[in-house]
């Protein structure tokens, strides 16, 4: 059986990982037999959002990313530090907006932002190794800067981006695309598959056949390598 690896930055579409993305994502790998990893950083998250009422809680609260990011797991996850890249076959990074806000400098550096060392290191060993590397909606802006002085000639989509996230992902020099929800752009020599991010108000079903095309790209890419299950 095949393993993914999977880093989650939180339990919330507004402050973390968004969660019908991450399901989606769990419901896709499920079906096509391959093992769930759940990773996530033992640090506090940027900010807190009121999702009710959409606005950020100024009371002083705080939510650690590791504790949050268990309730999507279901409990099944360990801390990102301890990880190699040879605990999974394929990596990938559902979206939401945290994915930024807690697993970058973004909102604080904006361009000139960095992505958590760890988060780095596991996303350029893995690149490095080539493994199959899945990054979805504002994780795109995430594994472009985290590849920006390693990989070449990097293809990736920026559909659905923030004018922020477009400048981030151009700034790094690699090409870049437009496609349609619901579907991926690969990136075969580099092993990179990475989705449009969705507009808020996108149905379900466009969620999942991203969910279900970002997977079914990632192992069409494990095994033209030859990649055989770890486990």
Known sequence: MYRAGVILSGCGKKDGTDITEAVMLFLALDRAGVETVCMSIDKDQFEVVNHLEDSTQMSGQKRNMLIESARLARGGIVDLDGVEN???DILIIPGGKGVLKNLSTFMSEELEFRVNSSVQRIIADSNRSGKPIGAMCGAVVLLAKSLE???????ITVTGQSEEGRIAIERTGFN?????????CTDEENMIVTSPALSPDVDLEVVRTTAESMVQALLTLLRKKGGSPLN
Not at 176 to 184: A, Y
């Open 149 to 155: 002085n390693i990989a070449n000639n990097l293809k």
């Open 176 to 184: 870049h695309r437009d496609c349609q929800e619901g579907e991926v």
């Open 86 to 88: 040879v605990d999974f």
